[in-house]
Structures are given as structure tokens and as C-alpha cells.
């Protein structure tokens, strides 16, 4: 099998593993819908450039295989950051309700003390 054909199954089955591996990340909740829109696409992209290498001939084989590898690791450690990022995106929004929620709360207790100082000040 020639180099490109070789080059272009590994982008494809890269392509399948990222567009798998944003689905099942967005399934369980590690991965916002915007980063699981542009890495579902990205991955798609890498499919399709991978079938379009394995079918066509070049002679600048080694030095595209060599940039398209570093390319896929560079992809993955970024698929992986954006999961952290997602992480921290939506702990932000949960703490953020959370917070607002006690504010609510404090501002209730607030209400039902001035309330308890008014009537006592009646008295």
C-alpha cells in the first residue's frame, strides 16, 4: 500500500475516533454544544481530507505525512483542552445559579428579620 493511502486511513480513522469520541463526551455532559459542533465538524473535515488522500497520488508524500501527524496530535491535545474548558464553562453556570439562589435566599432572611424588628419595635 502506497504512503498516501496509509496517511489517509489514519486521517480517516482519526476523523471516525474524534467525531466518536465528541459524541460520547457530549452525551455525558463534558463537552458544550458549541465545542461539540466544531469538533463534530473538524472531524468530519478530517475524514473527507483523509478519503481524498488515500484516492489521489503525490510525490511530497513523507513531508505531508509528517505534517499531518503532528497535525492529529496537535488536534487531540486541543480536543482535549476544550473539554477542560467545557468543564470549567458549565461548573461556572452551576455556581453562578447557586449563587443566585442564596442571594434570593439572604435577601428572604433580610426581609423576615426587618419584619421581626418592625413588629418587636410595636410592641
Do not use: P
Request: proline share 0%.
Amino acid at each position: 500500500m502506497e504512503m498516501t493511502g496509509i496517511v489517509g486511513l489514519i486521517m480517516i480513522g482519526t476523523g471516525v475516533l474524534l467525531l466518536v469520541w465528541s459524541f460520547l463526551a457530549y452525551a455525558r455532559h463534558r463537552l458544550t454544544e458549541n465545542f461539540g459542533m466544531i469538533w463534530g465538524a473538524t472531524a468530519l473535515c478530517l475524514i473527507v481530507a483523509g478519503i481524498v488522500l488515500a484516492v489521489t497520488d503525490g510525490s511530497f508524500v513523507a513531508v505531508m505525512a509528517v505534517i499531518v501527524l503532528l497535525g492529529l496530535m496537535l488536534l487531540l491535545c486541543l480536543f482535549g483542552f476544550s473539554i477542560a474548558i467545557s468543564i470549567l464553562i458549565m461548573k461556572n453556570q452551576e455556581l453562578a445559579m447557586q449563587v443566585s439562589l442564596l442571594n434570593q435566599e439572604n435577601e428572604s432572611i433580610l426581609q423576615e428579620l426587618m419584619s421581626a424588628k418592625e413588629q418587636k419595635a410595636h410592641e
